[in-house]
């Protein structure tokens, strides 16, 4: 947002700052690839200055309390900034203290995650010696970030287990709390023999009540146990805990945000975007980038006191690793499920909707460079648009869903 | 050939239904399309066909799942658990089996879903 926003409000009227707590900047989907050596620690990590332009002040210290009604921030250290205008960008992060057991005696020991930097490394780890066994990939509970995260990893697992010959020795069960693998119907339709073909045992609507670590299991609360050798869980996921403190979030920290212009449902000098807030569109970093371009003006908008541009879908779009090296690309929003076709160019492709393919793997693993050397820049993706295009899809007919 | 164009003529995306006389449309799991169509004597038939007699404490849960629906939020078997109208225990014993997906379905709206 720095990167779109210094283009058009200068100084010395404006004065952009980011308050960021880290310093350094993490490629969140290379979590995926780092437990298999796909990827290596320096792939997916870079500093925060590396991204933000000259005229934009980074302030890399921890904030206590958003104070709304002030409209202030108070730092850690007691000190009070004022604004004008807030963009909350605090994502979503896991809490396995949510899941009675779950970080018990066996957290990265047989219990992993791989949705931060330190659980991908230790899963890393442990990947590159185990010897084979039961096998459980998990969710908690929806929503997730990239909720097609865990799917990724079974399938990445299974390529990874038969490279190493060893996956006559793994029994991969994935575990969701959801009615299947799959919960849309062309979903399922094009995609569910992908989970035959590689053997991979699916439990449905299983709602985690504790992790046993004695016995290693997972049990239900219909009292259904699944036991584990190594489980591999993707624990709830919550907004920041800035936000609880702040007294701004929904019962799982997520900002109420209006779905459309991604304003703040309480404060409209506050905006949203990304996993933060509690829009129903879907927890994956294409979102908040295709957001980016509705809110710069969206902002600029309100500065002039205009009426906000109603124009977020719930556009999203995304590689989906099916391994041997083969991917999928879906692209959806919140009307339309996932369908066939080609992308982005109606009828041409290159890349095909809906069906694996190596040139979407292709298209997955040149993503880092464009995020890192486009998307954080600021540059729009040519022939890819904030909103989504219906032309060269394979629609039925246009019907509502929901989430 | 013949038998791939067979199994597409069955294969049916929405279905009509009667229930008490009025005319509903479900989805190819049994869930109604149009949330508009759906009253009291539609959630009592839905339920019968799970096997649940509806009792005071199952409408408490299947209104409090509409307004969840209506505001848009994304439903969990967690923040069922959370909300204080009823807890996950009293949840499974209102609705034995996978009660989410069976509650939401009595209720008429969509079943929690992924984006795939």
Redesign the interface.
Same mark, same amino acid.
């Given at each position: 947002m720095a990167n779109h926003l210094h283009h058009h409000l200068k100084q010395p009227d404006w004065q952009i700052s980011i308050i960021d707590e880290r310093k350094e900047h993490y490629y969140q989907p290379g979590y995926l690839f780092l437990p298999f050596d796909i990827y290596a620690p320096e792939d997916i990590i870079k500093t925060v200055e590396e991204f933000i332009p000259k005229e934009v002040k980074l302030i890399k210290q921890k904030i206590n309390r958003i104070l709304p009604s002030a409209n202030k921030i108070q730092l850690d250290g007691g000190e009070e900034l004022s604004y004008d205008i807030l963009i909350i960008a605090t994502g979503a992060k896991i809490a396995p203290e949510e899941i009675e057991g779950m970080k018990g005696a066996e957290w990265q020991k047989s219990v992993f995650d791989f949705y931060t930097f330190e659980g991908a490394l230790a899963l890393r780890n442990k990947l590159r010696e185990w010897e084979g066994g039961k096998l459980v990939v998990h969710i908690t509970e929806m929503p997730i970030k990239c909720p097609v995260a865990p799917l990724e990893f079974t399938f990445l697992a299974d390529s990874f287990f038969k490279h190493k010959h060893m996956r006559d020795k793994v029994d991969i069960t994935y575990v969701t709390p959801l009615s299947g693998a799959f919960t849309k119907p062309k979903a399922n339709e094009a995609l569910d023999h992908l989970l035959e073909e590689k053997n991979i045992n699916v439990e449905s609507d299983f709602a985690i009540e504790h992790v046993d670590n004695e016995k290693k299991a997972i049990v239900d609360y219909g009292g259904k146990r699944i036991p584990f050798d190594l489980l591999v869980t993707v624990p709830t996921n919550k907004g920041d805990d800035l936000i609880e403190r702040s007294g701004m979030g929904d019962e799982l920290n997520y900002v109420p945000a209006n779905k459309a212009t991604l304003q703040s449902k309480e404060y409209e000098n506050i905006f949203v975007i990304g996993d933060a807030s509690n829009i129903p569109a879907s927890k994956a970093g294409s979102v908040a980038h295709f957001e980016a371009e509705i809110l710069t003006d969206n902002i600029l908008l309100y500065i002039k006191g205009q009426p906000l541009k109603e124009e977020f879908d719930g556009h999203a779009n995304c590689f989906i690793e099916t391994g041997n090296g083969k991917a999928l690309l879906i692209d959806f929003n919140y009307t339309h499920e996932p369908v066939e076709g080609s992308f982005p160019f109606p009828g041409i492709g290159p890349l095909r909707l809906l069906k694996e393919s190596r040139m979407n793997h292709m298209g997955k693993l040149a993503f880092r460079w464009i995020y890192w050397n486009v998307l954080l820049k600021g540059t729009h993706i040519p022939f890819v648009s904030a909103t989504m295009s219906e032309s060269g899809k394979h629609y039925d007919k246009v019907e509502s869903v929901a989430n | 050939m013949l038998i791939n164009l067979f199994k597409s003529s069955l294969k049916k #995306?929405n279905m009509e239904r009667t229930i008490n006389g009025k005319s509903i449309t479900v989805? !190819? !799991?049994g869930y109604l399309?149009d949330f508009s169509q759906w009253d009291d004597k539609v959630g009592e038939a839905l339920a019968a066909e799970s096997g649940i007699a509806l009792t005071p404490r199952h409408w408490e849960v299947l209104k409090y799942l509409q307004n969840e #629906?209506k505001n #848009?939020?994304?439903l %969990?078997? &967690? &923040?069922v658990g959370?909300s204080g109208v009823v807890d996950?225990?009293e949840?499974?014993q209102l609705f $034995? @089996?996978? $009660?989410?997906?069976t509650a939401t379905k009595i209720a008429g709206?969509?079943? $929690?879903? %992924?984006? @795939?």
């Open positions: - | #995306q989805n !190819e !799991e399309k #629906q #848009q939020v994304a %969990s078997i &967690r &923040r959370k996950i225990k949840f499974y $034995p @089996i996978a $009660p989410l997906k709206i969509p079943k $929690p879903a %992924s984006c @795939i």
